[in-house]
């Protein structure tokens, strides 16, 4: 059997999977976007946060996992960016005190060697960073001069704190150039884990028509992690996101897994107003909001609820009925997913075959 071969029945495997977790899902992590709040105002922020906002209260938070009662999904903070959050500590503590495991993303800017010592009391077992480029690019990405160093004060004081923080990096057309002195720079300071992706046509990225990578800049970036993961003086690991059906060339090279889209059958995830959703990143549509955590049990919601992303959507389009990857690829990533045209806004074979990228 050749690799081609014994790859697409892996694939065709977890798709299998896929279709009995329509059935029967199983939630394994749940997001709380505790504030929609941000301290900065990034080009590419796929929620747009603002200055101002709004907050989950810790009530509302303890009443969603006290509605938790079989196996206990790792708990993901986020916003906005979660350290603005008032209470922050006090949910942290909460969570852990209730059993749960959690991690945080973070623009780090926030994070000073007090606070993360104080979140590593709090029980925060996991970190992920945005560090998008060096400073000038960073901070242009970010709209606000001197993310960049905040981000780096934040950083060491969380490996100070006796933490491992997974780097996430985003790139676009003003970025992709600095992939190795990034990489570099990670090592010195002693990263493990940094995961390098691209930029998303979600949220204000739709708004910046120069981000997107092009077909050739994104097969570079493919090209360059599966070099990174295969390299034996590479000692950090590179890896890339859990976004994007990747084809059979790419799916085990560039991450661990193959893919497969958890919106809704093992993802789940709670707005700062409370609205229950698959995923942070799928658009904010009204029709696909499956409650409130103020008026709803969590767990009924889940169970009972979730349609839209229990069933096949390539049903839809019919680009995806005439495609030979559909079955494995399953319409792609959900938050790429343009529902009112009932298409992907991205398609591995689009940008791995040089056709023009939406």
């Not at 059997?1 to 014994?6: G, I, P, R």
């Not at 279709?19 to 301290?39: A, G, M, Q």
């Not at 979600?202 to 120069?210: F, K, L, T």
């Not at 049903?315 to 079955?327: H, V």
Request: hydrophobic fraction near 35%; glycine fraction near 8%; proline fraction near 3%.
């Amino acid at each position: 059997m050749s690799v081609t071969d014994l790859k697409r029945s892996q694939l065709e495997a977890v798709a299998r999977h896929r279709d009995s977790l329509r059935v029967t899902p199983h939630l394994r992590w749940l997001f709380f976007e505790i504030t929609d709040r941000c301290n900065l105002n990034c080009r590419h922020c796929g929620s747009n946060c603002t200055a101002a906002g709004q907050a989950l209260a810790v009530s509302d938070i303890e009443r969603t996992l006290s509605s938790i009662h079989t196996d206990k999904p790792m708990i993901c903070l986020t916003g906005g960016e979660p350290m603005l959050h008032p209470e922050i500590f006090a949910i942290a503590e909460r969570i852990t005190a209730m059993g749960f495991q959690w991690g945080m993303t973070t623009n780090t800017t926030l994070i000073n060697d007090e606070t993360a010592s104080k979140l590593r009391a709090a029980g925060m077992a996991t970190v992920s960073v945005s560090l998008d480029g060096m400073e000038k690019t960073h901070d242009d990405l970010r709209q606000h001069k001197g993310a960049w160093q905040l981000a780096l004060r934040g950083i060491s004081a969380l490996q100070n704190a006796g933490f491992e923080p997974q780097i996430t990096t985003v790139l676009h057309r003003g970025n992709i150039g600095e992939l190795e002195t990034l990489y570099d720079l990670l090592r010195e300071m002693g990263i493990k884990s940094w995961r390098p992706i691209n930029v998303e046509p979600i949220g204000r990225a739709c708004e910046s028509g120069d981000m997107m990578l092009s077909n050739e800049q994104f097969a570079g970036l493919l090209g360059y992690i599966r070099e990174k993961r295969f390299d034996p003086k590479c000692d950090m690991e590179v890896t890339f996101g859990c976004s994007h059906y990747l084809g059979t060339d790419y799916e085990r090279m560039v991450r661990d897994h193959y893919f497969m889209c958890g919106a809704g059958i093992l993802t789940a995830s709670v707005r700062s107003n409370g609205d229950i959703c698959a995923c942070l990143d799928v658009e904010n549509r009204p029709e696909l909001i499956q409650g409130n955590i103020k008026t709803d049990d969590f767990m009924d919601v889940w169970n009972g609820r979730f349609r839209d992303f229990r069933r096949d959507r390539t049903e839809d389009c019919s680009k995806c009925l005439e495609c030979t990857e559909r079955y494995v690829c399953g319409g792609d990533s959900t938050h790429t997913w343009d529902f009112e045209n009932n298409r992907p806004l991205l398609c591995y074979k689009d940008y791995m075959y040089g056709r023009k990228v939406r």
